[in-house]
């Protein structure tokens, strides 16, 4: 099956601060999803990107699907953006298979 | 609109319980999965479902059992629980918007402790 790693595993900010969280998966998909899950557990779709670039207020994400990666790039954050971040990957809206996360924490 | 709903949220159960996860959604969504969530080991899938009366194994499916009915529920069996099975899970419906993309909307977890 796909596998995806993502990286790092863990980051630590001060507000304000810039970073880039990277998704490597090991197969070509079509479908390629961005995930906030937030201290209390909810979870929540960011971006839906098999490709290209968007971009969200402070979020945005890359795709190279030749490459296998995709980036999410958080600009300016805030505390509020702490939490884990998960990329899924798959095809279609089969089976969407999650990378392990990177867990944020931005500190004031 | 009430999105994706899991009841229980809490459940404890004694080892060679049975119990019954419901997720519901008003979105008219055809599919819809059950993913676990362990510390450190991020979502894996259990069983999704691509419309009514259709069901279909994930990643870690043994052990628990589905079934969808109804358009908008997808239940989650569980016929012998096992301490393993300590887990939050999670139920999401997934979609197409009008711009093509898919987007995975997920409930809000039910927390499950087997003794």
């Known amino acids: 099956g796909i596998q995806v790693e993502q990286s790092p595993p863990d980051l630590i900010l001060q507000e304000g601060a810039n970073s880039t969280l990277r998704c490597n998966f090991s197969?070509?998909?079509?479908?390629l999803q961005w995930f906030h899950q937030n201290p209390w557990g909810q979870l929540i779709n960011l971006f839906y990107i098999p490709s290209g670039t968007k971009q969200n207020g402070r979020l945005s994400a890359t795709t190279v699907a030749t490459e296998r990666y995709s980036l999410l790039y958080i600009s300016s954050s805030q505390t509020t953006d702490s939490g884990v971040y998960f990329c899924a990957v798959g095809h279609n809206t089969d089976k969407l298979i999650f990378g392990t996360g990177t867990r944020l924490q931005v500190f004031p | 609109n009430a999105g994706v709903t899991q009841t229980p949220k809490f459940r404890v159960l004694k080892t060679g319980q049975s119990m019954t996860l419901l997720c519901a959604q008003d979105m008219n969504h055809e599919y819809m999965y059950w993913y676990r969530q362990d510390p450190g080991m991020g979502l894996r899938l259990i069983h999704y479902?691509?419309?009514?009366?259709?069901?279909a194994k994930g990643e870690v499916p043994d052990g628990y059992n589905v079934s969808r009915l109804k358009k908008q529920n997808f239940l989650l069996g569980l016929e012998s629980a096992a301490p393993s099975q300590t887990s939050v899970y999670f139920c999401?419906?997934?979609?197409?918007?009008?711009?093509?993309?898919?987007?995975?909307?997920f409930g809000a977890g039910s927390r499950l402790t087997v003794l």
């Open positions: 197969d070509s998909v079509n479908n």
């Open positions: 479902s691509v419309g009514e009366g259709t069901t």
């Open positions: 999401a419906s997934n979609h197409m918007d009008r711009a093509g993309a898919n987007v995975l909307t």
